[in-house]
């Protein structure tokens, strides 16, 4: 993705030598192909990463006859539609996306955005009336971040284009550092930096003479399709995600697939085979997979039944050891959390292949997990729509190493719990939380009523008020606060390789839908993603179609914090240090891990949660390196 961002100084006399140091700072591009634009009032600024046939010859930022202003990160997977909807004063077929953006923006205003498909963050700056608006897409795949400054607002897609941009001291935000230690993330608008927010994912900001406001713009309604036929489901499930695909591999050259081995990407790569052959896509993806030899996590036997179905050989990518220097460099630059290593294990040497094969994108799997799971969140709208027939068949049909008496008392307690106990709706809403108000027992009791981590928990962004408890829960999907931890990070330093990620199983069509599919489709008899495998018949591998476990991808983690621990002890981290955490139930943690390690990792890995390690140590490397405070 493109990096961007500006400043707007409502009282005049800009100081635009502040433009090249914001976009100097961007640790994707380092400033090479940066553009700006300013009047007296507002500054934007465009780092290009051009990924699309049209924006190789686009200017950014674009000014439209108007004197209209836009700077565009992202991508336009619908351009021919919003270009009928412009009618008349439609931009030519091959203009470049953020044309086309701003032309629709022009006519349509913020309706617009319910109408947009793609992933993309952009800033549209009005001189006639001196207004900045600053949008984000539905899922977040292009962040945002953004501070108030005197007379106005600046922001960013990195937080280094802030921070260093404009000379910030901004300290830590604690609470928001609690809220990762604590494995349970919830803030939609914090930072890990002391007076700058993120604009959430669905969200607009506007800056102007009245002042600055946000508000979520995605806020339905959403389509109820609960009550078509399974074969309705099916089918229109196929169609969008033919779609998807398509629209994801527009591209200047090459398009590569990551094939893991697991339900989604295989999905993706057999299902664009097919496309090939009917005649809908022009080329094949290149696929690359990740391979972890000897390890649990290894996926060879899935790749294989892929390669055999598809008639493909998959470029092999051999999980590096995890490099703690590399790490600390990258967290040092971009003051980005560092990499988990199971990303940066398949990540570095993909990014190696991609750019010495001239390869720019890369369609991932991303979102089966999220969209198609499925599990009980429709049992209670079952219940109030009297749809009691299908609820006891959805009911018994789970759980069923369970007595028939058993399966109804769940069913019951899945139906009614969420409607009458507000406990059990919150549980249900946000399963992250475990309804659980206190720290877990590495956090320090004392820090945490400080930093009224229990307040912030319990106050936790509501979703929009939908139709039913369904597609509530199934919403926070799109403003997963923890996507913040675990993806920012891999965006910019994947952006940093001049390589953008697509994501087909996250398009807003595909997702839109699956908010009001029936629950009955997305599990059935206990098996999850039934509605993927039903549509994927005939095109993955029989056996990838009934396969019901998933790789633990953990041991990378494992691995790589059990090398950095004999180097940097827990009771030495920073966190640990500040008097954040107590040193000893993480120790009792990994432990545990460290012994299955020891043992082959074999079994069942131990209960305690490696995350928690895991997090630990990543914070103690931003807090060194990125922060000052090691």
Known sequence: MSAIGGIVDLRGGLDVRVLPAIAAAAPSFSGVNSTSWNDDYAGLVHVMLATTPEALTETQPWRDRSGTVITFDGRVDNRDELRAMIGNDAPPRDAPDCVIV??????????????????YAFAIWDPAVRRLTVVRSPVGWCPLLW???????????????????????????????????????VSETASFWNGIQRLPAGHLLEADAHGIRTRRWLEGPFADSSRLSDRDHIDRFTELFDQAIVATTRSAGPVAAFLSGGLDSSSVVCRSRQLVEAGKLAAMPRTLSGRFPGDACDEGEWIAAVEER?????????????????????????????????????????CDWLQANDTRVLLTGEGGDEWLTGGRSHFPDLLRAGRLRTLLQEGLSTASNATVAQRLRLTASSAIGPIVSARQRASLLFPHLDFIMHPPAWIRPDWARRIGLADRWRHAPQPPALSGLAPQQRYGRYSMARRHINLDNIISWVSSRQIEMRHPLHDFRLTRFLLGAAGGMLQRNGLRKHLLREAMRGTLPDALIGRRDKANMSTPIVHAVTERLRERPIHQLSCVRLGWIDPEPLAAIEREHAAWRAGGMIGKMPHGSYGAVWNAVAADLWLEHAVGMG
């Open 147 to 185: 501070t108030e400054r005197p007379g106005g607002i600046a922001f960013a897609t990195e937080p280094a284009m802030l921070v260093r941009g404009l000379a910030l001291s901004p300290g830590v935000d604690e609470a928001t550092v609690g809220e990762m230690l604590s494995l349970r993330f």
């Open 310 to 350: 598809c008639g493909i050989r998959t470029h092999d990518i051999v999980a590096a050891p995890y490099d703690w220097a590399a790490a600390t460099a990258w967290t040092a630059q971009s003051l980005h959390l560092p990499l988990r290593p199971t990303a940066a294990s398949i990540y570095t040497g993909s």
């Open 102 to 119: 701003l032309a629709a923006w022009r006519r349509l205003g913020a309706d617009l955005l319910d109408r947009l498909v793609g992933d």
